[in-house]
């Protein structure tokens, strides 16, 4: 038998079980006893947020994790975003990863205009002296390192906070920060 989570990721955790290095980080343990054997299928890094699947079936992370599996991500930029800048995300672009430049597949962008509730106010980011920032949706079937932020900065945009909020049909709506639900399954 195998369990199957869904877990919104606060900020501020690493997307593991074990972290070997020196340095002490909060860890997914930390949130909820899960089984012997679970996995996050897929990554977020520290700085990020939001949906994360976890499993204890290999199969079922294969299947989320490949291609074929649509992930949506909201953006919280530094500036107001062009539809010029989201023409070209929606293209491709260039971007660096491991050492070698990298032209992303292209996507579906868009400029969010109201948040879920779903986000909630996370950390504070910076208040509206340095300017103001906007917010955009991203959709990938790809996942290379740290990809979104490259991808808003390549076009103007750095990434200030970033948000997972759908994985395939599983979204984060309905979960707050921290909180972990237990499914029969992953209907991705």
Known sequence: ???HYLLHKPHGYLSQFIYEKKRAKKKLGELFDFP????????????????????????????????????????QVDGIITSE?????????????????YTTKPCDAFKVQELPDCI???RRIRDERHGPTSWLSITLTEGKFRQVR????????????????????????GLQAGEVREVENFDV
């Open 120 to 122: 909630g106010p996370g």
């Open 85 to 101: 800048a989201i023409e070209r995300l929606k293209k491709g672009i260039e971007i660096g990863f491991k050492g070698i430049r």
């Open 150 to 173: 490259k991808m808003t900065a390549a076009v103007g945009f750095p990434t200030l906070r970033l948000v997972r909020v759908r994985i395939g049909n599983v979204s984060l709506q």
């Open 1 to 3: 038998m195998h369990y």
């Open 36 to 75: 012997e054997g679970t996995m996050a299928i897929g990554r977020l890094d520290e700085d990020s947020e939001g949906l994360l699947l976890l499993t204890t079936d290999g199969m079922m992370s294969e299947i989320v994790r490949s291609k074929t599996v649509a992930k949506e991500y909201y953006a």
